[in-house]
C-alpha cells in the first residue's frame, strides 16, 4: 500500500494515464474520504489495521488513537506498530523493501506543495506526479506484485483565495480553513457534522468552498466533491514492463555458505548479490558481488555463519546497481 498525500480525484487520473503509458495495469476506483476531509482523519482510515483505531472524544486536532490504549497516532509511532503488529513492513520514501509479504509506505508531496505555492502547484503537478509513477515503478522493480495507491483527501485551489467566513475564536477549540472543532456547549448556526472517527463528536463545516479566518489559495478539509471524492489505484506490472524479466534461475547449489547458481536469459554484464531485503543494497550479506559469467553461472558466500538458515533474496544487479530479478532463498540451503 503506498499513500500518498492530496492526490485528489483528476491528478490520480493524470498519474493512471502515465502508468497506463509506461506498460503498467491500473484499476482506479472510487472512494468516499472520511470527514473532516483532514490529513490526521483521512490517512489511516485506508490502512490495513483501521479496525484497531478509534476515536477519543477529547480530541480536538481530528487525530485518531488506538482504540484499546488511547494512544494518539500523530507523530506516526502507534500506526508503525499497529501495522508491525500485523506483519506489515513498513519503509520510508527511499527504500523498495524486500517485495515479500505486505508492506505500507508514504511518498508524494501535492499537499505539502499546495499549502506552501498555491496556485503555483498548476505548475508542478506534472512533475510531482511523475516521481510518483517513478516511485510504483521501483516498487514494481522490486518485486512487490501489486501497488495499492491509497490517498486521505482532495483539494480546493482558486488564485486569488478562497471567500471568508467569520467564525469566532471563543466558540472553537481548533479552526483549520474549512473545518473546527466546537468547545463543549458552544452555540453556533455553523453546520455540523459527525467525526469519521467518533460520531459523537461534532465539529463544524464551512459552506461551498469558503473557509474559517483566512483567505488562502489552496486548502482542504470541506464537503465539496473535489475534497472528498478520490480514487483508489491498484497497480500491476504489465506483461514484459517494470517488474516482468525474462531473466530465470535455472539452478541455486549451496555448499556450506558459498551459493552457486546458473541463469538463462539476457544475463550479460549482470552481477550477483544475496540480501535479506532484496531492493536495499545495505542489507547484502555476501562477502561482495559477483559477475554473472559467460556460461551463465556465478558464486558469492555469506560471511556471517549465524545467518545460517536465515530467510534472504538471490538478485540479479544492473551495471548500475538495478535490481533486475529476484528468488527467494534459505541461507545454506533448505535444512
Given at each position: ?16 494515464a ?61 500506526l ?84 471568508q ?29 459527525p ?5 459523537l ?8 468552498v ?16 473535489q ?25 541455486v ?35 561482495s ?15 556471517d ?22 528468488i ?8
Amino acid at each position: 500500500m503506498l499513500f500518498v498525500d492530496g492526490l485528489r480525484f483528476d491528478a490520480a487520473r493524470r498519474l493512471t494515464a502515465r502508468l497506463e503509458a509506461g506498460g503498467c495495469q491500473v484499476q482506479a476506483t472510487p472512494v468516499w474520504v472520511a470527514l473532516p476531509s483532514v490529513t490526521a482523519t483521512g490517512k489511516v482510515a485506508f490502512a490495513p489495521v483501521r479496525d484497531l483505531i478509534g476515536g477519543d472524544g477529547a480530541a480536538v486536532d481530528f487525530e485518531p488513537c488506538v482504540a484499546a490504549t488511547g494512544q494518539s497516532l500523530k507523530g506516526g509511532y502507534h500506526l508503525k506498530k499497529l501495522l508491525t503488529d500485523r506483519h506489515w513492513a513498513v519503509f520510508d520514501k527511499s527504500d523498495p523493501g524486500s517485495g515479500q509479504g505486505n508492506a505500507w509506505c508514504e511518498f508524494g508531496d501535492l499537499d505539502n506543495e499546495g499549502h506552501h505555492s498555491g496556485w503555483k502547484l498548476a505548475r508542478q503537478i506534472d512533475g510531482l506526479l511523475a516521481e510518483v509513477a517513478e516511485r510504483i515503478g521501483t516498487l514494481l522493480a522490486a518485486g512487490w506484485k501489486s501497488v495499492r495507491v491509497v490517498t486521505d483527501h482532495g483539494w480546493l485551489l482558486l488564485p486569488g483565495k478562497l471567500p471568508q467566513v467569520p467564525l469566532a475564536n471563543d466558540l472553537v477549540d481548533t479552526k483549520w480553513g474549512r473545518c473546527a472543532a466546537l468547545k463543549p456547549g458552544a452555540v453556533t448556526t455553523e453546520r455540523l457534522y459527525p467525526w469519521f472517527w467518533n460520531p459523537l463528536q461534532q465539529f463544524a463545516l464551512a459552506d461551498g468552498v469558503s473557509c474559517y479566518g483566512q483567505s488562502p489559495e489552496y486548502t482542504h478539509g470541506g464537503l465539496s466533491v473535489q475534497e472528498c471524492q478520490t480514487l483508489e489505484l491498484q497497480v500491476t506490472a504489465g506483461a514484459g514492463q517494470v517488474g516482468e524479466s525474462p531473466l530465470a534461475f535455472t539452478d541455486v547449489v549451496w555448499k556450506g555458505l558459498r551459493c552457486t547458481v546458473a541463469v538463462d536469459g539476457p544475463f550479460a554484464q549482470l552481477s550477483l548479490d544475496i540480501r535479506t531485503a532484496a531492493g536495499d543494497p545495505a542489507t547484502s550479506v555476501a562477502l561482495s558481488t559477483k559477475a554473472i559469467k559467460g556460461n551463465g553461472t556465478a558464486s558469492v558466500v555469506v560471511e556471517d555463519e549465524d545467518l545460517q538458515g536465515r530467510n534472504a533474496s538471490l538478485v540479479l544487479l544492473s551495471p548500475t546497481g538495478e535490481l533486475v530479478a529476484q528468488i527467494p532463498v534459505i541461507i545454506g540451503g533448505e535444512a
